[in-house]
């Protein structure tokens, strides 16, 4: 074999690797791009004198996913929300869409509705479109939330109904971000 054949051979053999790379890598960024990307986080609405937190799971993603269990370090009970129902036990075994989000009730600014803790973890587990199993943890902090503010007010000259609905709206599109 010559060094001409030997240097052929092996700009061959050089191209071949580095078209498999390319392959798998454009393989794992497709797969990537069209997996569910669920997260936790914790929504403040201010309506008139009173704060509200929420709890939202929702999947920015590309591509649906089925939530197997919701779980918190923490039991969520105040003394103002007592549930009749764990809200996260709601979120077993469920589809969750692409965009689509999930809320609950977590605290008030009234001292009855406050957590016995101000910083907690959510565990999402779920299985993505490949069915792999998959487990988040999500810190969250609800002093942080508290101090992040949406206002909602409404207008002062408002009936009961007009004045419901536009609470409604304002929280509605608050919501939508």
Same mark, same amino acid.
């Given at each position: 074999?010559?060094?001409? %054949?030997?240097? +052929?051979?092996?700009?061959?053999?050089?191209?071949?690797?580095?078209?498999?790379?390319?392959?798998?890598?454009?393989?794992?960024? +497709?797969?990537?791009s069209k997996k569910p990307y669920i997260?936790? @986080?914790?929504?403040?609405?201010?309506?008139?004198?009173?704060?509200?937190?929420?709890?939202?799971?929702? /999947?920015?993603?590309?591509?649906?996913?089925?939530?197997?269990?919701?779980?918190?370090?923490?039991?969520?009970?105040?003394?103002?929300?007592? &549930?009749?129902?764990?809200?996260?036990?709601?979120?077993?075994?469920? =589809?969750?869409?692409? /965009? +689509?989000?999930? @809320?609950?009730?977590?605290?008030?600014?009234? %001292?009855?509705?406050?957590? /016995? #803790?101000?910083? =907690?973890?959510?565990?999402? %587990? @779920?299985?993505?479109? &490949?069915?792999?199993?998959?487990?988040?943890?999500?810190?969250?902090?609800?002093?942080?939330?508290?101090?992040?503010?949406?206002?909602?007010?409404?207008?002062? /000259?408002?009936?009961?109904? %007009?004045?419901a609905l536009y609470l409604i709206a304002? #929280? &509605?599109?608050?919501?939508?971000?």
């Amino acid at each position: 074999m010559t060094l001409k %054949e030997i240097i +052929q051979l092996s700009t061959s053999i050089i191209a071949v690797i580095i078209s498999l790379v390319s392959l798998l890598y454009t393989n794992k960024i +497709q797969r990537d791009s069209k997996k569910p990307y669920i997260v936790a @986080y914790l929504n403040k609405f201010k309506v008139s004198n009173m704060d509200l937190i929420f709890l939202v799971i929702k /999947n920015f993603g590309k591509t649906g996913a089925t939530i197997l269990s919701v779980k918190s370090n923490i039991d969520l009970k105040t003394k103002g929300l007592e &549930y009749k129902n764990n809200p996260l036990s709601n979120l077993e075994n469920i =589809f969750i869409a692409p /965009n +689509q989000s999930f @809320y609950s009730g977590l605290t008030t600014s009234d %001292e009855d509705d406050k957590l /016995n #803790e101000n910083q =907690f973890t959510i565990t999402i %587990e @779920y299985l993505d479109n &490949y069915n792999r199993k998959q487990s988040k943890d999500f810190p969250l902090n609800v002093t942080s939330a508290e101090l992040l503010d949406h206002v909602s007010v409404a207008p002062t /000259n408002s009936t009961g109904v %007009e004045r419901a609905l536009y609470l409604i709206a304002s #929280e &509605y599109f608050a919501g939508r971000h």
